[in-house]
């Protein structure tokens, strides 16, 4: 046909990695008959995923705790570990930090009175199904029940891994319809579950219908899927994001043991495929709680191209109190940031705060003092290494009286 491209599949050859382990190489004995390029496969990632405890038992020595969990959480939250990720975990060690956000932990079978079965109230700001709509520029739309590891700090655990909260056509259809007619809808946030549980095709249709629409300025894709399962990130979904780019790529390392080999790829085709990448963590109790561990991983990300966007506070969800952290620790932690990596590589701290009240910023206190001089307030800061320096802080109309003596 006149005029039309060829679209390329060849995979992006991202040229030297960092040195990161390669999952396939430190794949468990389960999966050591397993060839690179099955494991390479996103979809037999997804349909050999662990889900019983006894999946786990030539992967890892599941711990008394863990056991326990496993038998009572299953009503509550099902189980999912792609291979990928399951390489990832110590297979001797509870307090391994992507173990923790995979497998079940006893502390999820506790319930405390301020805990929210929907902390975020989505479901209250949800003019059509799948839609959420609490700022007057953006929209959340929820496209996918699924995710291929169903992580163990989950706020939406009421729907995600539910098959009956799956988006059909028709509820991607009306959403559509939803943000076509709502000129101030003009920043959508596609969600879930996780959008890249859907086909290449289904993904498509949503991404161009949204670019199609004139008010829509910025497409946003909330995915897990290169810490859990990068082997998704392939030639031909790359065409499609490149297609409609700009997309704002938002991912969700939590912790530098989950950045390997094919996550390091999967980031760099994202780039060459247009998408702009940011990384939003959760500040996660035993996990990434310690300054050093979110310098590390924000480094490391940078060096792939992903700015450290976001550290969330852990939101009031049912069964991840044991997750919570004291604001404290993240203010902490920002302190340590500052002054010791550049501005890209620290994250805005923010709450989301419950009830749709929405996302407020915590950032530390570096004023010291003030006091009074003639051209306006001296104000007194300590910087990340604790010195102590003075900045004026001018009054204009002070300025302008000195000005006419």
């Known amino acids: 046909m006149a005029g039309s491209t060829r679209v390329s599949t060849q995979r992006f050859d991202p040229g030297p990695l960092p040195s990161l382990p390669s999952s396939y190489e430190r794949r468990p004995r389960r999966f050591e008959h397993i060839d690179a390029q099955t494991w390479e496969s996103w979809h037999w990632q997804h349909q050999n995923r662990l889900r019983r405890p006894e999946h786990f038992e030539d992967v890892l020595e599941l711990s008394a705790g863990e056991r326990e969990a496993f038998q009572k959480s299953a009503q509550r939250f099902r189980v999912a570990v792609t291979p990928h990720y399951a390489a990832l975990m110590s297979g001797s060690n509870p307090g391994c930090g992507v173990?923790?956000?995979?497998?079940?932990?006893?502390?999820?079978?506790?319930?405390?009175?301020?805990?929210?079965?929907?902390?975020?109230a989505e479901e209250a700001h949800m003019p059509v199904p799948g839609i959420t709509h609490r700022y007057p520029d953006r929209v959340l739309f929820y496209v996918s029940h699924h995710c291929p590891v169903y992580c163990r700090h989950c706020t939406r655990k009421r729907k995600v891994s539910d098959p009956t909260t799956?988006?059909?056509?028709?509820?991607?259809a009306q959403g559509l319809e939803y943000i076509r007619t709502t000129p101030t809808a003009r920043d959508v946030v596609v969600s879930g579950g996780d959008p890249l549980t859907l086909s290449d095709e289904r993904l498509g249709e949503v991404l161009r219908a949204l670019r199609a629409i004139d008010h829509v300025e910025v497409i946003r894709l909330g995915t897990r899927n290169p810490v859990t399962l990068p082997q998704r990130i392939t030639p031909e979904l790359c065409e499609i994001l490149r297609e409609v780019r700009p997309v704002y790529v938002h991912t969700h390392f939590n912790h530098p043991d989950e950045l390997s080999q094919e996550s390091a790829r999967a980031l760099r085709m994202l780039l060459d495929a247009g998408c702009v990448l940011g990384n939003q963590m959760v500040l996660l109790r035993g996990v990434n709680d310690r300054p050093e561990t979110v310098m590390e991983l924000?480094?490391?990300?940078?060096?792939?191209?992903?700015?450290?966007?976001?550290?969330?506070?852990?939101?009031?969800?049912?069964?991840?109190?044991?997750?919570?952290?004291?604001?404290?620790?993240?203010?902490?932690?920002?302190?340590?940031?500052?002054?010791?990596?550049?501005?890209?590589?620290?994250?805005?701290?923010?709450?989301?705060?419950?009830?749709?009240?929405?996302?407020?910023?915590?950032?530390?206190?570096?004023?010291?003092?003030?006091?009074?001089?003639?051209?306006?307030?001296?104000?007194?800061?300590?910087?990340?290494e604790g010195e102590r320096f003075e900045f004026v802080d001018v009054d204009p109309t002070r300025l302008e009286r000195d000005d006419e003596r």
């Open 99 to 120: 173990r923790q956000q995979g497998l079940p932990q006893p502390g999820e079978l506790r319930n405390y009175d301020f805990e929210l079965e929907d902390p975020l």
């Open 298 to 384: 924000n480094r490391q990300l940078l060096r792939l191209g992903c700015r450290p966007y976001y550290m969330l506070q852990c939101d009031m969800a049912q069964g991840i109190s044991h997750f919570r952290t004291p604001l404290q620790t993240g203010l902490t932690i920002m302190k340590h940031l500052r002054g010791r990596i550049g501005g890209m590589g620290v994250p805005h701290f923010v709450v989301d705060l419950p009830g749709g009240g929405g996302k407020v910023e915590l950032v530390p206190d570096h004023i010291v003092s003030t006091r009074e001089s003639p051209w306006g307030q001296v104000v007194a800061f300590s910087n990340s």
């Open 166 to 172: 799956a988006a059909a056509r028709d509820q991607l």
